[in-house]
């Protein structure tokens, strides 16, 4: 292995709507709508928000990704 670490990012959204639908919009959002549907789906995940919803509105949800780099030998 040639190196790794880690990135911490901020998800941030304006507004509660803009981060529902930016997650709706993803992969993950689309098996949620195709299993439960999108009323369901955008449903479950204003409520999931909330705990990440600021005083001012806008929706921060931090998270670290980790990475790896390899190198093929020559």
């Known amino acids: 292995m040639a190196g790794a670490g880690e990135v911490t990012l901020a998800w941030a959204h304006p507004d ?12 993950g959002g689309a098996m949620a709508i195709e299993g439960a549907g999108e009323a369901a789906a955008r449903s479950a995940l204003e409520r999931a928000v909330d705990p990440f919803t600021l005083p001012d509105g806008r929706v921060e949800m931090w998270n ?7 190198r093929r030998p020559h």
């Open 64 to 70: 670290v990704f980790r990475y790896a780099i390899g």
């Open 16 to 27: 509660r709507d803009s981060a529902v639908r930016a997650v709706l919009a993803s992969g």
